[in-house]
């Protein structure tokens, strides 16, 4: 198993570290019985890789540039999804393509989403979203970039280690593992975003944000850091399911200005590398 998600599991919530771990047994449930943004918006396919096939859902505007949209530890729920209509609603036009990484499962609660993340084949998602890179690329979108969250947030940054093909990384609150990738082997600009007051030791605290920094300069791509003061982990998770599942798990932090400033460092990273000739 690889090391990041032993970096989860090291700092779980403090409710969770009092269960003996051969308790958590959890029933995962299908896409199908989470919620969802608006499921309309999307466009539901299907990329094939190295024999494998896995669903994928796309929004936004025929030959846009392509940012592909990962998933936090929960699957491809309503919080990612809501993410990718964002970005495909910027004004400069983007098109969002999310792979499911978990194959059509969902964590409905804390324990699920610990169950999925622990027994994701990392190395088998990068090749997801390789293979989602180059279907944008052969289906209109010039260029393509990398985002994604917690978990995704640790993929995007390998991306831009293992994914040749990536113009351009957004990672928010995540670090992958050394064995999974080493950022200070980038080949992709890379910008990252991590709150104050997130407690993730080594995965996504201040610690992690300052050894991110310091690696990003050792392959001389462009970079940037961002740290939030007053933010928790997720906080740019604003939706009212969101914001409840947060206060579940402890993160009371609501910070708009915070998550308008995100966004707008987003767009200007994402439109400098994936926007221009």
């Not at 393509?97 to 990068?126: C, F, S």
């Not at 944008?136 to 979108?141: C, D, E, H, I, T």
Request: charged fraction near 20%; proline fraction near 6%; include cysteine.
């Amino acid at each position: 198993m690889a090391a990041l998600p032993l970096l989860l599991r090291v700092r779980t919530l403090p409710h969770l570290a009092r269960r003996r771990v051969s308790t958590l047994r959890p029933t995962v449930r299908s896409m199908a019985a989470a919620a969802t943004a608006p499921s309309d918006a999307f466009r539901k396919i299907q990329i094939q890789r190295d024999g494998t096939t896995f669903d994928a859902y796309v929004v936004g505007k025929e030959n846009a540039p392509g940012i592909v949209v990962l998933q936090e530890w929960w699957g491809v729920d309503f919080e990612v999804k809501n993410h990718a209509l964002h970005i495909a609603r910027m004004d400069s036009g983007f098109r969002a393509l999310i792979p499911d990484l978990y194959r059509g499962k969902v964590g409905l609660d804390v324990a699920e989403a610990q169950h999925l993340m622990n027994d994701l084949d990392w190395q088998g998602a990068v090749k997801d979203i390789r293979a989602s890179v180059n279907w944008l690329k052969a289906n209109g979108s010039s260029k393509v970039g990398v985002t994604g969250f917690c978990m995704g947030g640790a993929l995007s940054i390998a991306s831009a280690v293992l994914v040749p093909e990536v113009e351009a990384v957004v990672a928010f609150y995540g670090v992958p593992s050394s064995e999974l990738a080493d950022p200070s082997q980038a080949k992709a600009p890379v910008q990252a975003h991590f709150g104050e007051l997130d407690d993730y030791v080594g995965f996504s605290d201040i610690s992690a944000a300052k050894s991110l920094e310091k690696k990003l300069k050792s392959p001389g791509v462009p970079y940037e850091v961002h740290v939030y003061p007053g933010c928790a982990h997720a906080f740019m998770n604003t939706s009212p399911d969101g914001i409840k599942r947060r206060k579940a798990m402890g993160m009371h932090d609501e910070n708009p200005a915070a998550v308008d400033l995100a966004w707008s460092r987003f767009r200007s990273w994402m439109g400098a590398y994936l926007l221009s000739p």
